[in-house]
C-alpha cells in the first residue's frame, strides 16, 4: 500500500473515533455501560464504511508458466486425396495429440491450409490449391517472438506461391511426408505457351512442354484436339537421357470468338498418373486490332510503361508519336492519348474536336496549362510554375466502370504542377488527391461524357512507379495491365454503354470456386443495389440447368459456383423484372493441378528442414518425432512473474458487516428508548 493510503486509514480512524465520542460521550454524564457499547458499534461501522471508501489495495507477485507453442500445420488439399492418404494424415493429428508428454510440455495449436492459413476445425480435403510458403510465412507472424516449432504434415507438392523449401522461417519445422515416395515412370504436360488473342484466318502457335521421369526408351504421339477431331499430331521420343522435350505447331484460326483446345500425350504402359497427360487451353479469335497512338511532347518513362500495359492484350497495338512528327489522322485510331500537351497540340486537338473522338489526356510537370485551359475540352487548372507530389485514393462510388481496388491508396504520389482543378460537366472520378493525408475532392484520374464522346484525366506523370509498385506487391504486372486495360477499353469504346456487365473467365481449372461478378445500372447509369440478379449455367452435353442468386458485395453483384463438372457450359445473368440479360459461354477444363503430382515431393521437404534447423520424418516415425521435441532444449516452458494490485478486502462482506453494526446500534437505542 501506498503512504497515501496509510494515512487516509489513520484519518478514517480518527473520524470514526470522533464521531462515535461526539454522538455518546460529548457533554453527557452517564457512567453506565451502553455509551460504550454504542460507541462501539457506531464506531465500527463508520470505520468499516470509510474503509470501503477508501478500498486498500496491496500489490501482488503473480507467478505464471508460459509453454512452448507447437504448431500443428496440416495439408488439406485434394492432392492428399489423390493419394488416398485422408485416414493417415487424420490418424498423425490423433497420435501427436493423445501424447501426454507432447501435451505436458507444449501448447498445440492446429491450423490447415489449401490456398490459405485457416484455424484448424475438420479436414475436407478439396483445396483446390497448395500454398506451403504462405502457410509457414503466416504461422510465423503469428508465433513471433515466441518458440514454436512447425510441424508440417504435406505431401510437399505446391501449386502456387513462392519456392517454399528456401523460405525464411523463425521457427524450425519438422515436415512429415505424406504420400508415396516411390517415383513411378510419367510422362506430363508441363506448360502450353499460347497467346489469348489471334486474328481471323491468322495463324498462331503454340508451344508445348513435355517432362518425362523414367529410364526406357519410348516414343508417344502428342495431338491437339478441337471439338473432338485431331488437327495436329507428332511423334515424341523419350529416353534415360531425354528428359523433356519442346514441341512447336502452328494452328490457323478459322472461326470468330472463343476457341478451345485440347492438347494430350500419349499414355506410358505402366504410368501411374495419366491425368497430367492433357491439358486445355483456349484462343480468342478477333477480326480487328485496337489502334491507339499515343502523342508525346517529351520522352519518358510513363511511355514504356503504358505501352507494355496496353499491349498485353494482344488485342491492341500501340504506337508512339513526338508531336512534331505526328502526320497521321486521328480518325484512323481508335483512341488518342495526349502525353503533357504543350501549345504545340493545337492541331491535334482541333482535330479530336472536329472528328469527335475519345481522348486521354495526360498532365505531368511539362505540361502547358495556360494552353489547355483555352481550349475549352471541360478541364482547366489554376496552375503555378511550381510542381507538387499527389498521392492516389481510391473512390470506392466510381460507376463508370468496373475496376477494383489494386491498393491505389498505397501506390506512389504522381507529379503535376500545383493548382486547384476545375471540371464542367458531369464526371466521374476514380481516384482522388490525398495531399498531406487530407482527401480532397480534386481529382487525380477522372472522366467525362457527353454526346457520346468519352475524355479522360490524369493529372500527374509517373504512373511507370504505379506499375513497378504493382510488381513488387504481386509479383506480376497483371493488376496493373487489367487497371490500364480497363481504362482503355471503356475509353475506346464507341458502343453504348451496358446496363449490365458480367466479368468471367473463359475456361476454368475442374473443382476450382468459379467466381463471376456482375455489375449493374439504373436508367441514368448510377449503381443499382436495388436488383434480385441469377445466373443459369447450362451444361451444353448435359442440358442440366445450376441457378445460382448473385450477393451484393460493396459496389458489384457477386456469385459463386462451385462443383460443376468438365465441360461446356452457356451462361445466361438476370436481372428480375426487368428485360436485362447477358448471356456468354465459358469451359471447365479436365486439368486438376492438385492431381498432377505422382509422388510426395520429400526431396523439398527435407531441404526445408535442414534450412530451418528442423529435420524430416515419415508417418512410421512419429515416436522418433515425439523424442526429439521432448528432449531438445530450445523448447522450455518460460516462468513470468506479474505485480498487480489486489483488493484488501472483500467490500461485499465489508459491507455486510457495517449494515450488520448499525442494525444492531439501532436496535439497542431503540430497546433502550434512545429514539
Known sequence: MTAITYFLILLALLISVLIAYYQ???????????????????????????????????????????????????????????????????????????????????????????????????????????????????????????KSPIVVLTDGNQTKGLDYSFITSEQSIYPIVIGDTTKYEDVSIAQVNVNKYSYLNNKFPVEIILNYDGTLSNRLPVSIIKNGKRIYQKQVNFSKTKKSATISAELESLTEGLQYYTVSVGKLENEK??????????????????????????????IGALKKAIESNK?????????????????????????QPTIKFNAILNQLKKSESNYWLISGANTNWSFINQQNIGISKNAINQTENLIPFYNESFLTFLQEDINFNNLPPLTDKFGDVTISGEKQTLIFQNLNG???KQPLLTFLESNSIKKGFLLGEGIWKWRANSYLNTNSFEEFDSFVGNIIQYLASTKKRNRLEVNVESIYP?????????????????????????????????????????????????????NLASGDYFFEVIVENQNIRKTGRFKVSEFEIEQQFTNANKDKLNILALNTGGQLYY?????????????????????KSNKIEVNLINWKWLLFVSIALLSIEWFVRKYNGKI
Open 315 to 339: 488485342q491492341r497495338s500501340l504506337e508512339n508519336f513526338s508531336i512534331d512528327k505526328f502526320k497521321e489522322n486521328v480518325s484512323d485510331y481508335q483512341l488518342v492519348i495526349l502525353y
Open 24 to 146: 455518546y460521550f460529548y457533554r453527557q454524564n452517564n457512567n453506565s455501560t451502553l455509551p460504550k457499547i454504542l460507541l462501539v458499534l457506531k464506531f465500527s461501522s463508520l470505520f468499516l464504511l470509510l474503509i470501503l471508501l477508501i478500498n486498500p489495495k496491496i500489490e501482488s507477485t503473480k507467478i505464471t508458466n508460459e509453454k512452448p507453442v507447437l504448431t500443428l500445420l496440416v495439408d488439406n488439399s485434394s492432392s492428399i486425396d489423390y493419394f488416398e492418404k485422408n485416414q493417415t494424415v487424420n490418424d498423425l493429428i490423433a497420435q501427436l495429440e493423445s501424447n501426454k508428454a507432447l501435451a505436458n510440455k507444449f501448447s498445440i495449436e492446429k491450423f490447415s491450409f489449401g490456398n490459405d492459413l485457416q484455424i484448424f476445425d475438420s479436414l475436407s480435403f478439396d483445396n483446390t490449391n497448395t500454398n506451403i510458403s504462405k502457410a509457414i510465412q503466416d504461422v510465423n507472424e503469428l508465433q513471433k517472438g515466441k
Open 438 to 440: 487530407v482527401i480532397t
Open 619 to 639: 508417418p512410421d516415425e512419429i515416436e522418433q518425432l515425439s523424442k526429439e521435441l521432448m528432449s531438445n532444449e530450445n523448447y522450455y516452458t518460460i516462468q
Open 273 to 302: 498418373n495419366s491425368k497430367n497427360n492433357v491439358k486445355s487451353f483456349f484462343i480468342e479469335v478477333i477480326n480487328e486490332q485496337t489502334k491507339i497512338a499515343l502523342i508525346s511532347s517529351i520522352v519518358h518513362p510513363d
Open 510 to 562: 475442374a473443382n476450382s470456386s468459379i467466381k463471376i461478378a456482375a455489375f449493374y445500372t439504373d436508367k441514368n447509369y448510377r449503381f443499382d443495389d436495388r436488383a434480385n440478379l441469377e445466373i443459369k449455367v447450362t451444361n451444353s452435353e448435359s442440358k442440366e440447368v445450376t441457378s445460382i442468386p448473385f450477393s451484393l458485395v460493396k459496389k458489384s453483384y457477386q456469385a459463386e459456383i462451385e
